[in-house]
């Protein structure tokens, strides 16, 4: 549901389903910055694959404890999907497939000494771009929603007073 930056969201995550029950709860969005957490999560997944194929045979230290990271907030997604009784198919494929690839990634071989760093520019790169874009775009969408609001509220205090002139004419 929420990353519907392009107009449209998935079959089933519109208003009063499962997954708009979630998002529009705490858990939904990031404290501060108030962007969905869908939004972290296709970044993190975005630089997690730029890792993987960077990394090539061996997986960093710091790529070990991101994905345990990962896995820990899935885990903690899925409670609360559960808590909610609010279980979005696609959010909970997102979380189950994240909980694979952190068991992926323990069972594959650990990284040599010179490896230590290996994959994190590309990853962090990926992180970084994909957010600022995606931020980009809900900013550009917000300031639209808004312009929108605005004119339909000057439409309708154009209506009332149109209505009380009228009212008061006849």
Same mark, same amino acid.
């Given at each position: ?54 990394? #090539?045979? +061996? ?8 994905? #345990? ?45 010179? #490896? ?29 929603? +808004?312009? +929108? ?12 007073? #149109? ?8």
């Amino acid at each position: 549901k929420q990353l519907d930056l392009l107009g449209a969201s998935l079959p089933g995550c519109g208003p009063q389903s499962a997954c708009d029950k979630v998002t529009s709860t705490a858990w939904g969005r990031v404290p501060g910055l108030g962007w969905p957490v869908s939004y972290v999560g296709f970044s993190y997944f975005l630089a997690m694959l730029a890792c993987w194929f960077g990394a #090539r045979q +061996r997986v960093p230290v710091w790529a070990r404890w991101t994905a #345990r990271a990962g896995a820990l907030a899935s885990f903690i997604f899925i409670i609360a999907m559960i808590s909610l009784e609010a279980l979005c198919p696609y959010c909970l494929a997102a979380h189950v497939g994240n909980v694979g690839f952190w068991i992926t990634v323990e069972l594959w071989p650990g990284p040599s000494t010179e #490896r230590m760093r290996h994959g994190l520019v590309p990853a962090a790169g990926v992180f970084l771009l994909s957010s600022g874009l995606i931020g980009i775009v809900q900013m550009q969408q917000d300031e639209v929603k +808004r312009v +929108r609001g605005e004119e339909i509220e000057a439409q309708q205090v154009d209506e009332i007073a #149109r209505a009380a002139i009228k009212a008061a004419a006849a």
